[in-house]
C-alpha cells in the first residue's frame, strides 16, 4: 500500500435538496476525496481552514490514519462557505453563496514527508496551484486531476499545461464536452487523450462513468440506491475511492482502473445516501465489499454463441 496526497477545498456547506436540507455542514472537495479514501488508503491531506472548521472532522480523518500536516488553520479567518439548492431530479443545482475567504490565497506547500508519494489526486482547484503542487511531486507519482467549467472557459491554457502532466483526467460528461468542443462523449474524450493524460474518466452522474484510454475502454453503471438525499461530493468521493484503491494495489494496470472505478463508484453510493459526511462515517470496509460485489453481479453476463440460420 502506497500513501496518496490529496489537494484541494476544505469547506461548510449550506445545501438543500427536495428531500432535506442542512446548514453550516463539512464539505469540499479535499475533505470528501480524503474521507473516501481513507477507506483504502492513508490519505496526506493538504488545504486551509478557517478557526470555524469543526475539529471533528479533522479528527475523523485523523482516526483513519490520514496525515494532516499539510492542513493549515488560519487563526481569524473563515473557511470556504458555499451554499446551494438542488432540483427534483437531483442532476442540476444552483450556488446561491460562494465565499472562498481562507481559500482565496491558497498556496498549497507540501510537506517533505509528502513529496515521495507515488499518488495524487489534485481536486478542482485554479489550474496554476494544481501546477505548483505538481512541481513538489516526484516525477513518478501517480496523478489525477479534476477540474471544471470555470476554468475551461477561463483558464484554458494553464489547464492544458496541466493535462499533459497528469496520468488520468477525472471530468464530467459536460466538462469534457465543453473542453473537447464535441457533443459526442466518445469523440470527446479522445480529444482530451491527445491534450496528454494517459486516460480520461468520464463521470456522468445517476448514469455511471466511462474511462477511455490509448488501450482500453470500459463503461460501469451507478450503484442501485432507493434512498438518495444528496448529491453534493459524490464526484469528489468517487475521486477518493478510485486514488485510493488505486494506491492500495499500488499498481496502475488497466484492470485495475476498472476496479477502482468500481472502487470509486460503491464508496460514491453511501456518500449520496446523507448530508455532508454522514454516509461516509457510517461506511464500513465490509460495506464497500458487498457494494462491489453486487455492482459486479450487476455488471456480468455470459457470453453469447450463435450459429447462423
Not at 496518496?4 to 427536495?18: C, E, H, N, R
Not at 475551461?152 to 496520468?167: K, T
Request: hydrophobic share 45%.
Amino acid at each position: 500500500m502506497s500513501d496518496v496526497v490529496i489537494v484541494g477545498s476544505m469547506a461548510l456547506d449550506s445545501v438543500k435538496t427536495p428531500f432535506g436540507s442542512a446548514d453550516h455542514v463539512v464539505g469540499g472537495a479535499a475533505i470528501y476525496a480524503s474521507v473516501a479514501a481513507s477507506l483504502l488508503a492513508a490519505p496526506q491531506v493538504v488545504g486551509v481552514v478557517g478557526e470555524d472548521f469543526p475539529e471533528d472532522a479533522l479528527e475523523l480523518l485523523a482516526s483513519r490514519g490520514a496525515n494532516l500536516e499539510g492542513v493549515e488553520r488560519v487563526s481569524g479567518g473563515k473557511s470556504f462557505y458555499w451554499s446551494g439548492v438542488y432540483d427534483y431530479d437531483l442532476a442540476s443545482r444552483e450556488s446561491l453563496v460562494t465565499d472562498l475567504n481562507v481559500f482565496a490565497d491558497f498556496n498549497p506547500v507540501l510537506p517533505e514527508s509528502y513529496r515521495e508519494s507515488r499518488y495524487c489526486f489534485l481536486a478542482n482547484i485554479q489550474p496554476q496551484v494544481q501546477l505548483a503542487v505538481l512541481e513538489q511531486l516526484n516525477e513518478t507519482c501517480f496523478v489525477m486531476c479534476d477540474t471544471m467549467d470555470y476554468w475551461i472557459e477561463s483558464e484554458r491554457d494553464a489547464l492544458g499545461e496541466v493535462l499533459a502532466r497528469v496520468d488520468l483526467a477525472l471530468l464530467n460528461d459536460a466538462e469534457v464536452r465543453q473542453l473537447a468542443g464535441t457533443p459526442n462523449l466518445g469523440q470527446a474524450a479522445e480529444i482530451v487523450l491527445e491534450m496528454g493524460p494517459h486516460a480520461v474518466v468520464v463521470k456522468k452522474g445517476e448514469y455511471g462513468a466511462t474511462l477511455v484510454s490509448h488501450d482500453d475502454f470500459f463503461t460501469i453503471p451507478s450503484y442501485p440506491l432507493p434512498n438518495v438525499v444528496d448529491p453534493t461530493g459524490a464526484g469528489d468521493s468517487f475521486a477518493g475511492g478510485m486514488i485510493g484503491l488505486l494506491a492500495r494495489e499500488d499498481d496502475c494496470c488497466s484492470m485495475n482502473l476498472r476496479r477502482a472505478m468500481a472502487s470509486g463508484t460503491v464508496i460514491a453510493s453511501a456518500a449520496i445516501e446523507d448530508f455532508s459526511l454522514g454516509g461516509l462515517r457510517r461506511l464500513e470496509l465490509d460495506e464497500v465489499v458487498r457494494r462491489y460485489a453486487t455492482l459486479r453481479e450487476i455488471v456480468w453476463f455470459e457470453a453469447l454463441e450463435l450459429e447462423a440460420l
